[in-house]
């Protein structure tokens, strides 16, 4: 793989730590002879950068990710967050990770997207999951599923999740969905306090479109990443499937396999 000498660096702003950490990965990748440029809130991605470096946690990487993707932009990122599943390298390796990109010896890992499409047609991108959730707290939505064109069941629960293996272990997860190892390609449909005895995930085939059907007069919301994508009313359909592109992301040699991620996250390395 090649060098990659032109680093943008997203941090989290109201993290002091993630500034010192973006700051020092600028100063070292300066004694490199690398380029390297800190981010603002906000602020577009306008030079041509290699790598998109995200310091945080898996937020700032979601932000770091929105920012690269459309780009088709590699993300490596470093981990100053309690979960981290998305990030990689811990904020004591920086010289190893500085090291490891100008050098190129760093493993890409392709990780699969979906995208969610709203009555309007405008589409929303994401890696970790796309939610269809209830607006009015007090009352479950009537959701109706069609799988490939075809009737699957219609939920009453508090939302439905739409997950990629690697947000397995996001919101899907508590909810009670299983754990997919991120080289895996499928999609995840989990309900979110289902009032039916289909309460169990179901783990579908990578190219499924998945059509939603609010079939009650209750609104329902649609967040993508964390992110409010919009609402949908009484017999509009939202469709999910496929992103048309992975997200790249890299990882230094000698990173954690996943399962060993996973024994990390959960504390299981101390049982």
Known sequence: MGEFTKLAVVAHDEKP????????????AVDRGLEAAVLAEGEPLENSADVVVGVGGDGTLLKAVSI????????????????GYLTDVDPG??????????????????????????PDGSEHHAINDAVLEKVMSQRVVHITVEINGR????????????????????YSLSAGGPVLDPELEAIIMTPVAPHSLLS??????????????????REVRLNVDGRDAGIVGAGDTVTVGRGARPVRFLA???SLPF????????????A
Request: hydrophobic letters at 45%.
């Open 200 to 217: 169990r995930s179901i783990v579908l085939a990578p190219d499924a479109e998945l059509t939603f059907t609010v079939s009650i007069d």
């Open 151 to 170: 009737h699957f069941t219609t939920y009453r629960a508090d939302g439905l999740i739409v997950a990629t293996p690697l947000g397995s272990t996001a």
């Open 93 to 118: 390796r920086l010289d190893d990770m500085l090291d490891a990109l100008s050098a190129g010896d760093v493993r890409e890992l392709n990780r699969m997207t979906i995208t969610a499409t709203l």
């Open 68 to 83: 690269a993707h459309p780009l088709d932009i590699p993300v490596i990122g470093v981990n100053l967050g309690t979960v």
């Open 17 to 28: 730590d993630a500034q010192e950490v973006a700051a020092r990965i600028a100063e070292l």
């Open 259 to 270: 399962p060993q991620g996973v024994r990390r996250q959960f504390g299981l390395d101390h």
């Open 252 to 254: 230094p040699f000698g």
